[in-house]
């Protein structure tokens, strides 16, 4: 008996960030588009909550308690009244330590895994709210979609989108700390006024006309500087989408994956390839986006 629930990556197409407020953490105008690279969580009855991985780079991913996934069956379970005795199995797509919400996209798959295996019957609100005390990305990983994420990012707004959009993601040789971004943003901006984060009325509508021409001239990443200041071999990778046919590139989230929005299908294969031979990043992948958020795909068996 046991349940699995896909989950989707997401890239910022709008990343406003506000002044660092006193509990350490930033307002945000966070647009967010989830994309086709999932990772999948399989929750099964065992004797004590124990986790394990497979997949790129799963050896980067944390097996204990500090794993959102197994924070989010202890969430649940606290709620509950139950002991979380579950083996949550993470098989992993989504870019590691690459600012696609991967640990994120865990935490919502294993929450809504284990509220089906479990029958707790917890309601959408409870399950966002959950999702939030986990982290600000987690609550858009069970939504997908797209949404305006305010605040930290986690409370969400659904957004329109009117068409696919053609996605490359560029993964880099090594992973960025989104602390450690967040930090050297705070640095850059010493001194000078951080206006209030809004979503761009003109990226709003190119999403919802689903045109990819004028979504590419304004999508924004605040963390860009941040990320380019830390990793500065991310330019190289910039350049070569851009040169490669890119209708934009752009840092996602807090980096280091680069992400590239192609006009169509064929575009988005002529950009991977030549970011493939590049020489200035570990692996490509295409997919498209929007995508849907956490989906059980295979429930308990009765």
Not at 29 to 36: D, P
Not at 93 to 103: K, Y
Not at 176 to 202: H, N, Q, W, Y
Request: aromatic share 4%; glycine share 10%; proline share 7%.
């Amino acid at each position: 008996m046991s349940v699995t629930v896909r989950v989707p990556a997401k890239v910022n197409v709008q990343l406003a960030v506000g002044a660092a407020r006193p509990d350490g953490f930033h307002d945000l105008a966070n647009v967010f588009l989830a994309v086709g690279l999932y990772d999948e969580v399989t929750v099964t009855p065992a004797d004590e909550l124990r986790v394990t991985c497979e997949g790129p780079d799963a050896d980067q991913v944390p097996l204990d308690r500090t794993n959102l996934a197994a924070r989010a069956a202890i969430a649940l379970a606290e709620r509950r009244g139950i002991e979380p005795a579950v083996h949550l199995h993470i098989t992993k797509d989504i870019p590691v330590a690459g600012g696609m919400a991967g640990g994120s996209a865990d935490g919502a798959g294993a929450l809504l895994a284990c509220d089906a295996l479990w029958g707790t019957g917890a309601s959408r609100a409870e399950l966002l709210a959950i999702c939030a005390e986990l982290g600000s990305d987690v609550p858009f990983s069970l939504v997908g979609g797209a949404a305006l994420g305010t605040g930290r990012g986690e409370r969400l707004t659904a957004l329109e989108v009117g068409g696919t959009f053609h996605w490359v993601f560029a993964m880099a040789g090594r992973g960025l700390s989104t602390p450690a971004v967040f930090r050297e943003f705070d640095r850059m901006a010493e001194g000078r006024a951080i206006p209030e984060p809004e979503a761009s009325a003109e990226l709003l509508v190119a999403l919802a006309k689903g045109d990819p021409d004028a979504l590419a001239a304004a999508v924004s990443n605040d963390l860009q500087p941040a990320a380019l200041s830390l990793f500065p071999e991310l330019a190289d990778t910039l350049a070569a989408g851009r040169d490669a046919g890119a209708l934009t590139a752009l840092v996602s989230g807090s980096g280091p994956t680069t992400a590239f929005l192609a006009r169509d299908p064929e575009s988005a294969a002529k950009i991977a390839d030549a970011l493939r031979t590049s020489g200035t990043c570990r692996t490509v992948r295409t997919a498209t986006a929007p995508a849907p958020g956490a989906t059980v795909t295979r429930p308990p068996s009765k």
